[in-house]
């Protein structure tokens, strides 16, 4: 192969002016291929995905097939000629084989034919069986080992463009950015596999256009994981704000529009360190003869009209956490009042939205003050329990810890 004729050349590869500047040439791309491994290791901190991996020793093959094809290797270290041959060969393989294996996890799921895809783990290990068998019995037959290497790669080749062309159709994005970066490597591997199995043609021609393919595949397969990097962050957080929503659906009451228990559940612990430190629980009085009598759609709009008295604001949290049963969380010095006016503001709601309702709806409380390891079942059960004494006493009334000056007078409408 001409690889292989070139390092038993006699003259030193630095030896002319010409010879220097592409030699400096190829330096400075080579030095190009390092900040796409710095890239790869800054990916994979955050992408842990195969494509990574492999994507990173195709780049260092790359890389290391530069240093050594184009005599770089032969100033910094001045490897034997034969060394150098059977290095050339196996970073071939090596090439190949980790193209073929970044092609494979790269290529989007559904995105490529699923026998194509299959057939990709076995092109890298035929290339690099070929490769080791190749550089392991150098020149043992010379012109009919070469010309046999280089044909066995044919179905290697054939097979990739197959599925890239696959891949593009069925409109995969990171088959469009391999395409563009693999085409250069494409015509490289005609031109060698052309010239390597018809007598008398030399491949020397197409290294120029070999190395300038290495940047070119490293260079847009890059720019394609980045790509991909940037779709997984759109996909995950648009997966992140689904579930956001369903979650808030999850926790919010369909009729009342207040949050419910689960929320409440989720919530308890972050509230409590934000300084709420009551908890009250409030149920309507007689709510069932409200639903026998007038009908379960008046019932429903009773129980909006007592969620719109159960308001929200910057010390007080409201739940409906089941049937005509509602919970207040209250922070501050003035928990007592707040829970209280919002007891009572609740017949005043329903009786200004349903005018026609020919009876007071009126609701009795239980409130409690938290104490240091209480937990929500806990407190939950201490605030029932004096909300049933509320409605011993005859409703329409709160039981609770509270001072003389806060102890609330049953309204009119009891």
Not at 34 to 55: C, G, K, Q, S, T
Not at 173 to 187: C, E, F, K, L, N
Not at 288 to 300: L, R, T
Not at 388 to 410: V, W
Request: with cysteine; hydrophobic share 50%; proline share 4%.
């Amino acid at each position: 192969m001409t690889l292989e004729r070139a390092f038993l050349a006699p003259h030193d590869a630095g030896a002319t002016g010409d010879n220097f500047r592409t030699l400096l040439l190829l330096a400075a791309l080579a030095g190009t291929l390092v900040m796409p491994l710095i890239f790869n290791a800054a990916f994979y901190r955050v992408l842990r995905e195969r494509f990574v991996i492999w994507h990173s020793i195709l780049t260092l093959s790359l890389l290391m097939t530069i240093v050594v094809s184009s005599g770089l290797a032969v100033i910094l270290f001045d490897p034997p000629a034969m060394m150098l041959s059977s290095l050339t060969t196996i970073l071939f393989g090596m090439t190949v084989s980790s193209g073929a294996m970044f092609t494979y996890y790269f290529i989007e799921p559904g995105q490529m034919h699923r026998g194509l895809r299959r057939s990709l783990p076995w092109c890298a290990l035929w290339a690099g069986l070929l490769s080791a068998c190749h550089a392991a019995f150098p020149f043992v037959a010379r012109p009919v080992q070469s010309s046999a290497y280089t044909a066995a790669f044919a179905p290697i080749l054939a097979i990739f463009l197959i599925s890239m062309i696959d891949a593009v159709r069925r409109g995969s994005r990171a088959a469009r950015y391999q395409a563009i970066g693999y085409a250069p490597m494409v015509v490289v591997g005609f031109v060698r596999l052309t010239s390597g199995l018809v007598p008398g043609m030399l491949s020397a021609d197409a290294m120029m256009l070999f190395y300038i393919g290495c940047i070119a595949e490293v260079s847009f397969t890059t720019l394609g994981m980045a790509d991909r990097f940037l779709t997984m962050r759109r996909e995950r957080d648009r997966a992140r704000t689904d579930a956001d929503v369903l979650e808030r659906l999850s926790e919010t009451d369909p009729l009342t529009g207040l949050l419910n228990r689960r929320a409440i559940e989720r919530q308890f612990e972050d509230l409590r360190a934000e300084g709420f430190s009551s908890l009250a629980v409030i149920d309507l009085d007689h709510f069932k003869s409200i639903n026998d009598v007038h009908g379960h759609a008046v019932g429903d709009a009773v129980l909006e009209a007592a969620a719109s008295a159960l308001q929200n604001d910057r010390d007080v949290r409201a739940y409906r956490i089941g049937g005509e049963e509602f919970m207040l969380l209250l922070r501050g010095e003035d928990a007592a009042i707040h829970g209280e006016g919002r007891r009572r503001a609740i017949s005043v709601c329903v009786a200004n939205r349903l005018p026609k309702l020919n009876q007071a709806v009126t609701a009795s409380m239980g409130m409690t003050h938290l104490i240091k390891q209480d937990c929500l079942a806990s407190s939950y059960e201490r605030a029932d329990k004096l909300l049933y004494e509320a409605k011993r006493m005859g409703r329409n009334c709160t039981r609770g810890p509270m001072t003389a000056d806060h102890l609330p007078k049953r309204s009119a409408a009891a």
